[in-house]
C-alpha cells in the first residue's frame, strides 16, 4: 500500500546505523584486533571503560556473547552457580549459554517487578559450604531490565545489593545492554551506577543505533580472561576497527538525545486511553525508559491478535483516520506486548503510533 506510515517499534534493535556512522565506517583506521593492533577498537575500548568506571573493556560481537563469556570468566572451574534473575535476558533468551558452552549452573530467583531481586531470596539462596550442592560464585543483575518493560534499578536498592555481595565475598556482573537509559533516566554517570559492579556487559546495537557490537568491561585481568574466553567461542575478529567507528559516534551523538526515546515512550503511555478495555492494561509506573510494556491478563485478546490488527489498515479505518498508518509491536510473551522508542523513530512518528492505538483500542471497545 503506498503512502503508508510504518511505526517499528518492536525493538530498538531494528535501528540503522546514521550517516554520520557510516562515514565513520567508511573512513575508520584499522588493524588486526586480534593482535590488538586496531587503533579504532582500541580507542572505543579506552573510551567505554573510562565512561563506566573500569579499567578495560573488551569489543564482543554481541551481548549475548558478551554475558557468556563474563560469566565464564567469573566461573572458571566446574561446579559453579549464578544466582540470576528468573525474568532476565541471561537466563531466559541466551539458550542457557551459561550452562551449554561454560558448564555453569544457575538458580533463577524471583524478578520483582521494578527488575530488582530481593536481597533476602538472594541470601537465601547462597550456597558454598555444601558438598551436595554447587558452589555460588556470582551474581547477575539486569539494567534497565527488558522483560520488566525498561525499568531501572533504584540506587538505594543497588547500595544494598554492594552490601549482599561484600557480605557473602561474591563478585557481581551487570547486564547493562541499555545501561546508557539507566544512566539517563536516573541523571546519574555510568560509572556511578555501576561503582560497585565488578563486570559490565553494554550493548551498542541497541538504543545506541550501532550495527553490531558490545563491550564487556573490569579490571585489566578479568578482561584478558574474556578475551581469551571470546576465541574459543569464536569472536575474535581482524579489521574490527570499521564496527567499532559507529561505537564512537554513538557515544558522542546518540548518547545525548536517549531522553528524546524516553519522553516518545512517555507520549504513546499517556496518550493512549485505555480506559474502555479491560483486556489492555498499562503500569505507567512502569514506563520509566525507552519502552512501553502492554498487559493482556484474560484470554479476551491475545497480544498476537492486538499486534497483528496494528499492522492492518482496513478501508473504514482509512476513511476515519485520514491516513493509513501500520504500527509494528512485539508481542514478548502470551501476556505482554512490547514498544520500544529509537533513534529512528521521530515525534510524528510517535503521535502516529499514538493515532493508531487509540483508534484500535476504541474499535476493540465497540466489538
Given amino acids: 500500500m503506498e503512502g503508508v ?25 584499522v588493524g588486526d584486533d586480534v ?36 560469566v565464564m570468566a567469573h566461573c572458571d572451574s566446574r561446579g559453579q552457580e549464578v544466582l540470576v534473575g528468573d525474568q532476565s535476558h541471561i537466563f531466559l533468551n541466551e539458550q542457557g549459554g551459561i550452562a551449554q558452552f561454560g558448564g555453569v549452573h544457575s538458580w533463577a530467583v524471583p ?29 547477575c543483575l539486569e539494567n534497565t531490565h527488558n522483560f520488566c518493560g525498561g525499568t531501572v534499578l533504584p540506587l538505594e536498592y543497588l547500595d544494598k545489593v554492594t552490601l549482599f555481595k561484600r557480605s557473602y565475598n561474591l563478585p557481581l556482573h551487570m547486564d547493562g545492554a541499555r545501561i546508557m537509559n539507566a544512566s539517563v533516566a536516573l541523571n ?30 573490569g579490571t585489566d585481568a578479568f578482561v584478558a580472561r574474556v578475551r581469551r574466553i571470546r576465541k574459543a567461542l569464536g569472536g575474535g575478529m581482524r579489521q574490527v576497527g570499521v564496527l567499532a567507528a559507529a561505537g564512537i559516534v554513538a557515544l558522542k551523538t546518540i548518547v545525548p538525545r536517549l531522553h ?33 510494556i502492554y498487559d493482556f491478563p484474560t484470554d479476551a485478546l491475545q497480544p498476537s491478535t492486538f499486534c497483528k490488527r496494528l499492522q492492518e489498515v482496513t478501508p ?11 504500527v509494528k509491536m512485539l508481542p514478548i510473551t502470551t501476556t505482554k506486548a512490547r514498544a520500544v522508542f529509537h533513534n529512528d523513530v521521530g515525534r510524528e512518528d510517535v503521535q502516529a503510533a499514538v493515532k493508531k492505538i487509540s483508534y484500535v483500542v476504541e474499535q476493540l471497545c465497540k466489538n
Fill in 316 to 326: 473504514q479505518e482509512l476513511e476515519d483516520l485520514d491516513e493509513a498508518i501500520i
Fill in 111 to 139: 524478578t520483582q517487578r521494578d527488575g530488582s531481586l530481593r536481597i533476602e531470596d538472594l541470601e537465601q539462596r547462597f550456597r558454598r559450604n555444601d558438598f551436595h550442592c554447587p558452589k555460588t560464585s556470582l551474581v
Fill in 188 to 217: 546519574v554517570k555510568p560509572s556511578d551506577l555501576l561503582r560497585d559492579c565488578d563486570t559490565v556487559n553494554i550493548c551498542f546495537s541497541k538504543g545506541l543505533a550501532c550495527p553490531v557490537g558490545s563491550l564487556v568491561a
Fill in 5 to 29: 506510515r510504518v511505526v517499528d517499534l518492536r525493538s530498538d534493535t531494528i535501528t540503522k546505523p546514521t550517516a554520520e556512522m557510516r562515514q565513520a565506517m567508511k573512513d575508520a583506521i
Fill in 35 to 70: 593482535m590488538g593492533e586496531d587503533p579504532t577498537v582500541i580507542e572505543l575500548q579506552k573510551m567505554v571503560a573510562e565512561m563506566l568506571g573500569k579499567e578495560a573493556a573488551l569489543f564482543v560481537p554481541t551481548g549475548t556473547m558478551g554475558n557468556l563469556a563474563a
Fill in 260 to 292: 528524546e526515546d524516553h519522553e516518545h515512550a512517555q507520549i504513546l503511555a499517556r496518550g493512549v486511553d485505555l480506559k474502555c478495555n479491560p483486556s489492555i492494561l498499562l503500569d505507567l509506573d512502569s514506563v520509566q525508559t525507552n519502552m512501553v
